[in-house]
């Protein structure tokens, strides 16, 4: 089982094999499925084509280095198929920690 302990908002959900605790993080929920079965970040950087460094950005939910939400959701909901969680349910969880944050999406940022 995975845990992650993060002072967010608690929302219902089913992830499957991993076990979500009040506060867990998109990022954190990511990076632990990912080193549960073994992957780098390299391998995750393969299959969805983006860089390392852009898969390093979503696990440390640095999210201020995206143009716009939208990308983010998108590279969000590839990341979790690979790992095998409920992509929707982590795009849902990401919406709260966005909106539970000022953000100031960098629109000269990746993929802009």
């Known amino acids: 089982m995975l845990t992650a302990e993060l002072a967010r908002p ?12 009040p506060g867990a993080s998109c990022g954190a929920l990511l990076a ?6 073994g992957l ?3 391998d995750i950087a393969r299959v969805t084509r983006f860089s390392e460094a852009f898969i390093a950005v979503i696990e440390a939910e640095d ?3 995206f143009a716009a939400p939208i ?12 790992v095998d969680l409920d992509a929707e349910v982590l795009v ?6 966005i ?4 953000i100031t999406w960098r629109r000269s940022g990746w993929l802009a």
């Open 40 to 42: 780098e970040l390299s």
């Open 63 to 65: 999210y201020a280095e």
């Open 99 to 102: 909106a539970a944050r000022a």
């Open 71 to 82: 990308y983010l959701m998108g590279a969000v909901r590839a990341y979790a198929r690979i």
């Open 92 to 97: 849902d969880l990401l919406r709260g920690e």
């Open 10 to 21: 608690a929302l219902p959900m089913d992830l499957g094999d991993i076990a979500v605790v």
């Open 32 to 37: 632990a499925a990912r080193l549960e079965r």
